[in-house]
């Protein structure tokens, strides 16, 4: 069949195409660059038509046109799988709510247990073969459309096309409708500049980092700090495999110290799940042989990444309690971003042959009123969400050192910890371990 011609037939206007959601529907946005635009502008338009639509969607930069148009909830109920700076916002606001989740494991939940009637996705123009990329947006995107009811693309002609070493992109038969339309140049995302306790920290890890090792960094300002250090130093033939791509990969690879020669799965290839970060990053991505995405259950299965020697994940949190919990995605209550890879990868970088997961905070910050609080916790009492279990601590670091809680009993977890304290809350956190029973009253201060 002539692709032209079928892609021609499935061609609608925004407000034609989304006349196919009812009342009660749940919709699937993409990830990051992936969120359609000119769809949600245009469900948005139906809001006085439609009750109790449900969202999905996670790590959107832009405006949510149906969130935004509806501030009581009453037409649309958005949710997300981890929830950017923006989203962060809405949460804050009673506009979103996180889905808790093990990013390995969202395909499976799609497949096996979640509803998606309409699933919107925004992807580069069709090639001659009748393929659309999922560009920089691969992450969970197959799973999603292939369990949605109707799967409507929006064409960016902004997105890079990313070649992929699976799933990477959906033919023109598995599609029901296509968009068009004018879009804004794609949204970036800046590097926070590091601090010097950042870069002090940074300095930490990157002295544990060996040559040929397989990396890793989070989302954040930590892991990106300690990815600009990796790119200053001496270190050789780095690989990279990552759910995030970000714009330190693209420093170390100028700087010569990504080759992925070294890797012993995927050779000379550099593996992400999604993009964000410059236009600079997505201009490299576009059909460069040197990077593949994968969908994100290959990317952080953890039988996956310890296949890979040396591997060295670099992922940050907001606490630590005094049994080694640690909290990556709630300031108590408060939602600040998601379980997302942390998890899969401290699983991953464990059982890795000469592996190490290591988890970046700075001991302490300055509140509102100016008091200097500490980030070790004696517990977790204020509602803080514990990200990894205490039986999965591994390195952790601060402005103060570096410790591997591996192994270790609750009385030597909790000397190691409040060595990396700042000074000045380190008698009292004695105090509470000592009240909590894992102090020895051998242990120095």
């Known amino acids: 069949m002539n692709f032209r011609e079928e892609y021609n037939a499935k061609l609608r206007t925004a407000d034609e195409a989304v006349k196919v959601i009812k009342s009660g529907d749940w919709i699937d946005f993409a ?3 992936g969120f359609p635009t000119l769809l949600d502008e245009a469900v948005a ?9 449900k969202i999905r969607g996670y790590l959107v930069m832009q405006p949510i046109k149906t969130v935004e148009c509806d501030p009581t909830r009453e037409h649309f109920t958005y949710n997300s799988w981890h929830c950017s ?7 804050d606001k009673g506009l979103c709510n996180y889905i808790p989740m093990i990013y390995r494991n969202v395909a499976a939940y799609y497949r096996n247990y979640l509803t998606v009637n309409v699933a919107m996705m925004a992807v580069p123009p069709m090639d001659d073969h009748g393929y659309f990329n999922f560009s920089v947006n691969n992450a969970t995107a197959r799973a999603t459309l292939d369990k949605a009811d109707v799967v409507i693309l929006e064409i960016n002609e902004n997105l890079p096309r990313v070649l992929g070493g699976q799933d990477e992109s959906i033919h023109i038969s598995e599609v029901d409708m296509i968009v068009e339309g004018p879009h804004a140049p794609n949204p970036t995302l800046a590097a926070g500049a590091a601090t010097e306790i950042d870069e002090a920290i ?10 040929g090792s397989t990396i890793q960094l989070g989302i954040g300002g930590m892991p990106n700090a300690v990815g600009q250090m990796i790119a200053k130093s001496d270190l050789k033939d780095l690989g990279m ?11 170390m690879y100028k700087a ?9 799965i995927d050779k000379n290839k550099g593996v992400f799940g999604f993009a964000i970060g410059s236009q600079d990053l997505y201009d490299w991505t576009n059909n460069n042989p040197g990077l593949v995405t994968y969908p994100i259950d290959y990317v952080n299965d953890p039988d996956v990444i ?21 909290c990556a995605e709630s300031a ?3 939602h600040i971003s998601g379980t997302g890879g942390q998890l899969d990868f401290l699983t991953g970088a464990f059982q890795s042959k000469g592996g190490k997961a290591f988890i970046c905070m700075t001991s302490s910050f300055t509140d509102k009123a100016g008091n200097l609080q500490s980030r070790f916790k004696p517990t977790f009492s204020d509602g803080s969400i514990v990200t990894d279990p205490r039986s999965q601590g591994f390195y952790l670091v601060t402005e103060y050192g570096i410790q591997n809680l591996a192994g270790k009993s609750t009385w030597e977890k909790a000397e190691s910890l409040i060595s990396l304290a700042h000074p000045q809350h380190r008698d009292e956190l004695i105090a509470a371990a000592e009240a909590q029973g894992i102090w020895r009253k051998s242990n120095k201060k």
């Open 85 to 91: 700076g923006y989203e962060r916002k809405l949460t």
């Open 256 to 264: 010569g110290r990504l080759t992925n020669k070294k890797k012993t």
């Open 332 to 334: 108590g209550t408060r």
């Open 202 to 211: 940074a300095k930490i890890v990157v002295e544990q980092i060996v040559d």
């Open 31 to 33: 990830i990051g660059l």
């Open 45 to 53: 338009k139906r809001k006085d038509e439609l009750e109790d639509v």
């Open 241 to 251: 495999h990552t759910e995030m791509l970000v714009d330190a990969y693209l420093d």
């Open 306 to 326: 310890k296949q890979l020697d040396n591997f060295v994940s670099i992922n940050n949190c907001i606490a630590v309690d005094l049994y080694g919990q640690i």
